[in-house]
C-alpha cells in the first residue's frame, strides 16, 4: 500500500488531465497561431506594415513559440513522470494486494491444514482409546476362559483336578512315555469305611472329611503330579517321572498320615492304595494303565484295607 504522503488517486487524475491540456495548448495551439501569422504575413500584402516593426513582431512570435514549445515539452516531461509514479503506486498496490490475497490463501490453507491435522489426532485418539478397551475386553475374555477352563477341570467340593483333566493329563503322559520311555505311575486311593461316616455324620461332615484327604494329598505330592478327585471317596495321582518302587513309597506315606490324620468327627479314617506304572506294568493305552491301577486298588480292599497293593501283570501284589 503507498504511503501516507502519496496522492489521491482521484485528484491526481484531474490535475493531470489538466496539465495534458496546458501542454497541448502550449505545444501546438502557439505553433498553430504563429504559423497563421506568418502565413498571413506572406499572402497578404502590406499586411505586416512597417518591416522593422514586422521584424520583432516575428521575433517576438518566435520567442514566444519556442517558449510555448520548452514549456508544453517541459509539461509532457512532468506528466511522464506522474504517470510513471501512479504506475508505480498502482504496481504496488497490486503487488501488495497480490501478497495479501496470497497470505489469505496461505492462511486458509493452514487452517484446513489445521484442522485436518485436529480431525486425525481426534481420531487417532478415539483409536487408541478403542484399541486400549478393546485389549482390556481381550485380556478380561481371556481370564474369564481360564476361569471357566479351570472351572470346568476343577472338583467343586475338594477343589482339586477332576476324573476330566486327570484323563486327558494321563493321555498326554502316556505319549510322553512312548517318545521319550520316561516312567509315570498312577495311584488310586479310596477311603475304608466313608459311607459310615456320611450315613452317621452327614455329607456336610463327609465333604469336610473329603477337603481334608484332598490337603493331605495336595500337601505330600511335588507340583508337577496331578491330584484329582476321581469321584465319590476315590482320589486319583498321576506321578510324572516316577517309578514304581517311587510311587509305592509315595501312596504308602499318604497311607500313614491319613491313618494318624485327627478328623473333625473324631473317627479314625484309612485308606487303600492301588498303584501301577509304565514301563513294569504292560499296559498299552491310558485305559490299560488305569485299570491295572483300579484293580491293585481292589486288591488291597479284599487283603484287608488300609494297604498298598501294585498291579504286577499278574494278580496284583500287595504289600
Do not use: C
Amino acid at each position: 500500500m503507498p504511503g501516507d504522503d502519496s496522492p489521491d488517486l482521484a485528484t491526481a487524475g484531474r490535475r493531470l488531465r489538466i496539465k495534458i491540456l496546458l501542454a497541448l495548448v502550449l505545444a501546438s495551439g502557439v505553433p498553430i497561431l504563429v504559423l497563421a501569422y506568418v502565413v498571413r504575413g506572406l499572402l497578404v500584402p502590406g499586411a505586416a506594415g512597417d518591416p522593422a516593426v514586422g521584424q520583432v513582431a516575428l521575433r517576438a512570435v518566435l520567442l514566444l513559440t519556442a517558449l510555448g514549445v520548452l514549456a508544453g515539452g517541459y509539461i509532457i516531461w512532468d506528466i511522464g513522470g506522474t504517470v510513471a509514479r501512479m504506475a508505480q503506486v498502482m504496481a504496488s498496490e497490486q503487488v501488495m494486494g497480490g501478497l495479501v490475497r496470497r497470505n489469505n490463501e496461505v492462511g486458509t490453507l493452514m487452517g484446513s491444514f489445521n484442522k485436518m491435522l485436529t480431525t486425525i489426532e481426534n481420531q487417532a485418539a478415539e483409536i487408541n482409546s478403542f484399541a486400549t478397551r478393546l485389549d482390556a475386553a481381550y485380556k478380561e475374555l481371556e481370564s474369564t476362559n481360564a476361569r471357566l477352563k479351570e472351572t470346568s477341570f476343577k472338583d467343586e467340593v475338594t477343589g482339586l483336578y477332576n476324573r476330566r483333566f486327570f484323563s486327558l493329563r494321563l493321555e498326554e503322559e502316556l505319549s510322553r512315555y512312548r517318545r521319550f520311555n520316561h516312567p509315570v505311575s498312577v495311584v488310586l486311593l479310596d477311603l475304608d469305611g466313608f459311607k459310615s461316616v456320611n450315613d452317621s455324620l452327614g455329607h456336610a461332615v463327609g465333604d469336610d472329611t473329603l477337603r481334608d484327604v484332598a490337603q493331605i494329598l495336595m500337601k505330600h505330592s511335588r507340583g508337577i503330579n496331578v491330584v484329582s478327585r476321581y469321584g465319590g471317596d476315590e482320589f486319583a495321582v498321576l506321578l510324572v517321572e516316577t517309578s514304581k518302587a517311587g510311587a509305592r513309597l509315595y501312596a504308602d506315606r499318604i497311607r500313614e498320615v491319613v491313618a494318624k490324620y485327627p478328623f473333625s468327627h473324631g473317627k479314625i479314617l484309612t485308606a487303600s492304595f492301588g498303584v501301577a506304572s509304565l514301563p513294569d506294568d504292560e499296559a498299552s493305552t491310558a485305559e490299560d494303565l488305569f485299570r491295572s491301577a483300579d484293580e491293585a486298588l481292589y486288591a488291597a480292599k479284599r487283603a484287608g484295607k488300609n494297604q498298598v497293593a501294585a498291579a504286577s501283570g499278574s494278580p496284583a501284589k500287595v504289600l
